[in-house]
Protein backbone atom coordinates (compact mmCIF):
# COMPACT_ATOMS: atom_id res chain seq x y z
CA UNK A 1 0.00 0.00 0.00
CA UNK A 2 1.45 3.49 -0.61
CA UNK A 3 1.63 6.19 1.86
CA UNK A 4 0.95 9.51 1.63
CA UNK A 5 4.42 10.41 2.58
CA UNK A 6 6.75 10.94 0.02
CA UNK A 7 9.48 8.63 -0.68
CA UNK A 8 13.70 9.43 -1.77
CA UNK A 9 16.37 7.09 -2.19
CA UNK A 10 20.09 8.68 -2.21
CA UNK A 11 22.84 6.64 -3.36
CA UNK A 12 26.04 7.30 -1.98
CA UNK A 13 24.35 8.88 1.41
CA UNK A 14 26.61 8.43 3.85
CA UNK A 15 29.45 11.22 3.51
CA UNK A 16 29.59 14.16 1.17
CA UNK A 17 26.42 15.78 -0.76
CA UNK A 18 24.76 12.05 -0.33
CA UNK A 19 24.60 12.95 3.17
CA UNK A 20 23.34 16.17 2.88
CA UNK A 21 20.59 15.25 0.99
CA UNK A 22 19.34 12.56 3.02
CA UNK A 23 19.69 14.92 5.96
CA UNK A 24 17.68 17.65 4.24
CA UNK A 25 14.81 15.07 2.74
CA UNK A 26 14.33 14.09 6.16
CA UNK A 27 13.99 17.49 7.54
CA UNK A 28 11.37 18.27 4.31
CA UNK A 29 9.22 15.38 5.88
CA UNK A 30 10.66 12.55 3.32
CA UNK A 31 10.74 8.72 4.34
CA UNK A 32 14.62 7.73 2.86
CA UNK A 33 16.23 5.00 1.64
CA UNK A 34 20.34 5.35 0.92
CA UNK A 35 23.08 3.14 0.36
CA UNK A 36 27.06 3.14 0.71
CA UNK A 37 30.00 1.20 0.46
CA UNK A 38 30.72 1.30 3.68
CA UNK A 39 28.57 0.10 7.09
CA UNK A 40 30.42 2.13 9.21
CA UNK A 41 29.91 5.43 7.76
CA UNK A 42 26.46 4.37 6.66
CA UNK A 43 25.63 3.45 10.41
CA UNK A 44 27.18 7.06 11.38
CA UNK A 45 24.14 8.61 9.41
CA UNK A 46 22.05 6.49 11.26
CA UNK A 47 23.38 7.62 14.45
CA UNK A 48 23.13 11.32 13.66
CA UNK A 49 20.06 11.57 11.73
CA UNK A 50 18.10 10.10 14.92
CA UNK A 51 14.88 9.40 12.64
CA UNK A 52 12.95 6.79 11.87
CA UNK A 53 12.22 7.63 8.71
CA UNK A 54 15.96 6.53 7.34
CA UNK A 55 16.84 3.00 6.53
CA UNK A 56 20.14 2.30 5.19
CA UNK A 57 21.21 -0.76 2.90
CA UNK A 58 24.76 -1.37 1.49
CA UNK A 59 25.28 -1.60 -1.44
CA UNK A 60 27.23 -1.13 -5.10
CA UNK A 61 25.75 0.63 -6.97
CA UNK A 62 27.77 -0.64 -10.18
CA UNK A 63 26.07 -3.87 -9.71
CA UNK A 64 22.99 -3.56 -11.52
CA UNK A 65 20.66 -6.51 -9.42
CA UNK A 66 21.93 -4.30 -6.43
CA UNK A 67 20.37 -1.07 -7.51
CA UNK A 68 17.27 -3.57 -8.60
CA UNK A 69 17.24 -4.76 -5.20
CA UNK A 70 17.55 -1.11 -3.71
CA UNK A 71 14.69 -0.15 -5.06
CA UNK A 72 12.45 -3.16 -4.55
CA UNK A 73 13.15 -2.90 -0.63
CA UNK A 74 12.32 0.38 -0.83
CA UNK A 75 8.89 -0.13 -2.11
CA UNK A 76 8.88 -3.14 0.00
CA UNK A 77 9.21 -1.32 2.97
CA UNK A 78 7.41 1.86 2.35
CA UNK A 79 4.86 0.88 -0.70
CA UNK A 80 6.62 3.93 -3.10
CA UNK A 81 9.43 5.65 -4.45
CA UNK A 82 8.91 9.74 -5.91
CA UNK A 83 12.34 10.30 -5.86
CA UNK A 84 15.68 8.95 -6.82
CA UNK A 85 19.08 10.33 -6.01
CA UNK A 86 22.26 9.18 -8.01
CA UNK A 87 24.92 10.88 -6.47
CA UNK A 88 27.68 7.88 -5.33
CA UNK A 89 30.56 8.76 -7.50
CA UNK A 90 34.75 8.30 -6.94
CA UNK A 91 37.26 10.17 -8.34
CA UNK A 92 41.27 9.57 -8.62
CA UNK A 93 44.01 11.42 -10.37
CA UNK A 94 45.98 9.54 -12.33
CA UNK A 95 48.21 11.53 -15.66
CA UNK A 96 46.20 10.62 -18.55
CA UNK A 97 49.25 8.85 -20.78
CA UNK A 98 49.47 6.48 -17.35
CA UNK A 99 46.32 5.72 -16.55
CA UNK A 100 45.45 1.51 -17.66
CA UNK A 101 41.93 0.29 -18.90
CA UNK A 102 41.29 -1.37 -15.00
CA UNK A 103 41.72 2.58 -13.20
CA UNK A 104 39.74 4.24 -16.23
CA UNK A 105 36.49 1.52 -16.00
CA UNK A 106 36.77 1.56 -12.35
CA UNK A 107 35.52 5.23 -12.22
CA UNK A 108 33.51 4.95 -15.57
CA UNK A 109 31.44 1.66 -13.74
CA UNK A 110 31.08 3.94 -10.51
CA UNK A 111 29.94 6.93 -11.72
CA UNK A 112 28.32 6.63 -15.29
CA UNK A 113 26.93 2.54 -14.92
CA UNK A 114 25.97 3.26 -11.52
CA UNK A 115 23.65 6.29 -12.72
CA UNK A 116 22.15 3.99 -15.72
CA UNK A 117 21.49 1.66 -13.41
CA UNK A 118 19.62 3.51 -10.91
CA UNK A 119 17.50 5.58 -13.21
CA UNK A 120 16.38 2.68 -15.09
CA UNK A 121 15.56 0.34 -11.96
CA UNK A 122 13.85 3.65 -10.29
CA UNK A 123 12.21 4.83 -13.98
CA UNK A 124 10.66 1.00 -14.01
CA UNK A 125 8.81 1.11 -10.46
CA UNK A 126 7.97 4.52 -10.88
CA UNK A 127 6.08 3.64 -13.87
CA UNK A 128 4.54 -0.18 -12.39
CA UNK A 129 3.39 2.15 -9.60
CA UNK A 130 2.24 5.27 -11.85
CA UNK A 131 4.21 7.74 -10.04
CA UNK A 132 5.03 10.89 -11.34
CA UNK A 133 8.72 11.09 -9.61
CA UNK A 134 11.89 13.08 -10.22
CA UNK A 135 15.20 11.66 -11.17
CA UNK A 136 18.04 13.45 -9.92
CA UNK A 137 21.81 12.68 -11.33
CA UNK A 138 24.51 14.07 -9.86
CA UNK A 139 26.92 15.47 -12.73
CA UNK A 140 29.52 17.91 -12.28
CA UNK A 141 31.17 21.21 -13.63
CA UNK A 142 33.95 18.83 -14.94
CA UNK A 143 31.66 17.61 -17.40
CA UNK A 144 32.08 20.97 -19.21
CA UNK A 145 35.20 22.05 -17.43
CA UNK A 146 38.89 20.27 -18.28
CA UNK A 147 41.35 19.76 -15.13
CA UNK A 148 44.18 17.20 -15.60
CA UNK A 149 44.52 13.63 -14.29
CA UNK A 150 40.96 12.92 -14.13
CA UNK A 151 40.07 12.23 -17.78
CA UNK A 152 37.97 8.97 -17.00
CA UNK A 153 35.47 11.56 -14.07
CA UNK A 154 35.69 13.94 -16.97
CA UNK A 155 34.02 11.19 -19.20
CA UNK A 156 31.58 9.91 -16.75
CA UNK A 157 30.12 13.55 -15.57
CA UNK A 158 29.64 14.00 -19.28
CA UNK A 159 27.75 11.14 -20.01
CA UNK A 160 25.75 11.48 -17.03
CA UNK A 161 24.65 15.04 -18.09
CA UNK A 162 23.45 13.55 -21.90
CA UNK A 163 22.11 10.81 -19.92
CA UNK A 164 19.80 13.18 -17.79
CA UNK A 165 18.34 15.03 -21.28
CA UNK A 166 17.92 11.77 -22.97
CA UNK A 167 15.63 10.05 -20.29
CA UNK A 168 13.77 12.89 -19.56
CA UNK A 169 13.18 12.67 -23.23
CA UNK A 170 11.93 9.03 -22.85
CA UNK A 171 10.25 9.06 -19.49
CA UNK A 172 8.13 12.65 -20.57
CA UNK A 173 5.05 10.69 -21.16
CA UNK A 174 4.81 9.18 -17.64
CA UNK A 175 4.99 12.38 -15.79
CA UNK A 176 8.85 11.93 -14.96
CA UNK A 177 11.40 14.21 -14.54
CA UNK A 178 15.77 13.68 -15.35
CA UNK A 179 17.30 16.47 -14.52
CA UNK A 180 20.80 16.67 -13.47
CA UNK A 181 23.23 19.43 -11.30
CA UNK A 182 26.78 20.17 -11.71
CA UNK A 183 28.24 21.39 -8.12
CA UNK A 184 31.06 23.34 -8.04
CA UNK A 185 33.73 22.89 -5.31
CA UNK A 186 32.61 21.50 -2.76
CA UNK A 187 33.90 20.63 0.86
CA UNK A 188 33.79 16.86 0.74
CA UNK A 189 35.92 13.99 1.55
CA UNK A 190 37.01 13.44 -2.28
CA UNK A 191 38.44 17.03 -2.17
CA UNK A 192 40.67 16.18 0.71
CA UNK A 193 43.50 15.23 -0.94
CA UNK A 194 43.69 19.21 -2.07
CA UNK A 195 43.63 20.31 1.81
CA UNK A 196 46.97 17.51 2.20
CA UNK A 197 48.76 18.85 -0.80
CA UNK A 198 48.30 22.54 0.30
CA UNK A 199 45.66 23.57 -2.84
CA UNK A 200 42.61 23.78 -0.82
CA UNK A 201 42.67 27.67 -0.33
CA UNK A 202 43.53 27.96 -4.54
CA UNK A 203 40.94 25.73 -6.03
CA UNK A 204 38.29 27.59 -3.13
CA UNK A 205 39.34 30.70 -5.54
CA UNK A 206 36.94 29.55 -8.41
CA UNK A 207 33.97 30.43 -6.88
CA UNK A 208 32.64 33.95 -7.07
CA UNK A 209 32.97 34.55 -3.16
CA UNK A 210 36.31 32.77 -3.06
CA UNK A 211 35.10 29.96 -1.23
CA UNK A 212 33.79 25.99 -1.18
CA UNK A 213 29.65 25.41 -1.04
CA UNK A 214 28.75 23.65 2.08
CA UNK A 215 27.20 19.96 1.23
CA UNK A 216 23.91 21.55 2.90
CA UNK A 217 23.91 24.44 0.48
CA UNK A 218 24.06 22.20 -2.48
CA UNK A 219 21.76 19.82 -0.50
CA UNK A 220 18.89 22.74 -0.35
CA UNK A 221 18.63 23.23 -4.09
CA UNK A 222 18.76 19.79 -4.82
CA UNK A 223 15.98 19.06 -2.80
CA UNK A 224 13.93 21.98 -4.12
CA UNK A 225 14.35 20.78 -7.48
CA UNK A 226 13.01 17.33 -6.53
CA UNK A 227 10.41 18.98 -5.20
CA UNK A 228 6.77 20.08 -6.78
CA UNK A 229 7.71 23.62 -6.71
CA UNK A 230 10.47 23.08 -9.18
CA UNK A 231 7.79 21.24 -11.82
CA UNK A 232 8.76 23.36 -14.60
CA UNK A 233 12.64 22.21 -14.26
CA UNK A 234 13.84 19.18 -16.42
CA UNK A 235 15.62 17.97 -19.08
CA UNK A 236 18.83 20.12 -18.04
CA UNK A 237 21.26 20.34 -15.98
CA UNK A 238 21.85 22.78 -13.50
CA UNK A 239 24.99 23.88 -12.27
CA UNK A 240 25.67 24.86 -8.10
CA UNK A 241 29.04 26.42 -8.47
CA UNK A 242 28.82 29.82 -7.10
CA UNK A 243 29.23 31.06 -10.38
CA UNK A 244 32.30 28.67 -11.02
CA UNK A 245 31.53 28.54 -15.01
CA UNK A 246 31.22 31.69 -15.46
CA UNK A 247 34.67 32.29 -14.34
CA UNK A 248 36.40 30.07 -16.56
Known amino acids: MQTEQKVAVVTGGATGIGKGCVLKFLAEGYQVMTTGRRLDKLQELVDEAKSADLSILRGDVSDQK ?46 QYGCFFGMQAAARKMIELGIKGVIMNVSSVFYEVASPKIIHYHASKGAISMMSKSAALELAPYGIR ?17 KERGTWDEIQTKHMRNKALSTAEVAE ?14 GCVIPIDDGLLSKY
Open 178 to 194: VLAVAPGVIDTPMLDID
Open 66 to 111: QMIDLIDRTVAQWGRIDVMVNNAGICTSIPFIDMTAGEYDQVIRVN
Open 221 to 234: VMVFLCSEKANGVN
